[in-house]
């Protein structure tokens, strides 16, 4: 893929990265995707022909698809040449800059962002509109912590594209929820940002607070609307264990906040343990033992004497003993 890059553009690059004599990190990962080696060289090239950048992978970035990390903020599943190449450039130079570009308004209300806020959107290489509604999203970015930007090549990934149901760029997307296409208004995009009902929240958002330490505040957002949100129980049963381990603390917390609510997680677990695997399995028994609700101890009886090998049956024992101390 590094075979779009143009001469022109390679020039570019060398041009900017001339006299820069910081350490530029660019990180980028690999999913097992087919496009895992086109990112990787471009990384690569990156730092050829620009010294200043130092590429490295990064094993443990949450992301499904091959991406270029900048900052903790912003990440591109994208190859940017042609017209995106620019706005990469300077978001490598100085992620900083962009805030200039954010009105005093928009800034003092994206101070009262206390929820994430995160944003996909959809380009591709020759979209003329495109570059600019990357550049706001970077200005939002770079204003507050709480926003997360995501710049995807639809080309490049198109089956992303079908999966979000986008067919033209640049198409923007807030947390799953709410989608604009073509000019977006950064006024408008604010106020759904602090408009939103936490309930609604993706699992994504959700993660990004409790990768940031906040699981208490996680497990205090349910107990103020009293629910157990539906993208938290996708977090419970989330593939990732990393991912699995922090929802599992702010259950922890939930419970020690919300004891009665805790106990609500019985039947959605029950529900959806048989078509997880084996190792999402045993820690759904973990959060059943730690929900305090009783009318686990039958399904958790059934486990523990059921065809499950020994160590599902002993994460049953273990979860119906902690069951029995709490009651």
Not at 22 to 32: E, N, V
Not at 209 to 215: F, P
Not at 283 to 300: I, K, M, R, Y
């Amino acid at each position: 893929m590094t075979e779009r890059i143009t001469e022109q553009a390679k020039d570019r690059i060398r041009k900017w990265g001339k006299g820069r004599d910081a350490d530029i990190p660019l990180r980028y990962t690999t999913t097992g995707d087919a496009m895992d080696e086109a990112f990787k060289d471009f990384a690569g090239m990156m730092a050829d022909l620009a010294p200043c950048v130092n590429a490295k992978k990064d094993g443990d970035a949450p992301v499904t698809l091959p991406s270029l990390l900048v900052g903790s903020r912003v990440t591109y599943q994208a190859i940017p040449h042609d017209r995106e190449l620019e706005p990469f450039l300077e978001l490598l130079a100085d992620a900083d800059a962009f805030s200039d570009r954010v009105s005093a308004e928009v800034r003092e209300r994206l101070a009262q962002l206390t929820l994430p806020a995160l944003v996909k959107v959809y380009v591709t290489p020759f979209c003329p509109h495109c570059p600019n509604v990357v550049s706001l999203l970077l200005g939002l970015a770079a204003v507050s912590e709480q926003v997360r930007v995501t710049v995807i090549d639809g080309e490049l990934f198109p089956d992303a594209a079908v999966k979000d149901k986008v067919s033209a760029a640049p198409t923007v997307i807030l947390d799953g929820q709410f989608r604009w296409t073509g000019s977006v208004d950064a006024a408008e995009l604010v106020t759904l940002m602090l408009d939103r009902d936490p309930a609604n929240l993706g699992a994504d958002a959700l993660r990004s607070m409790i990768e940031e330490g906040d699981a208490e505040g996680v497990a205090r957002m349910m107990s103020q609307r009293g629910k157990i949100f539906g993208a938290f129980i996708d977090l419970l049963a989330h593939p990732r264990w990393s991912v699995r381990l922090g929802a599992m603390v702010a259950f922890e917390s939930l419970a020690e906040v919300d004891a009665g609510l805790a106990k609500e997680i019985v039947e959605p677990l029950t529900a959806l343990f048989e078509k997880v695997d084996d190792m999402v399995k045993g820690d759904l028994l973990h959060v059943l033992g730690e929900s305090g609700n009783q009318t686990a101890l039958p399904f958790l009886e059934g486990v523990a004497a059921g065809d499950d090998d020994e160590e599902m049956q002993e994460a049953a024992r273990e979860a119906i003993e902690k069951l029995k101390e709490g009651g």
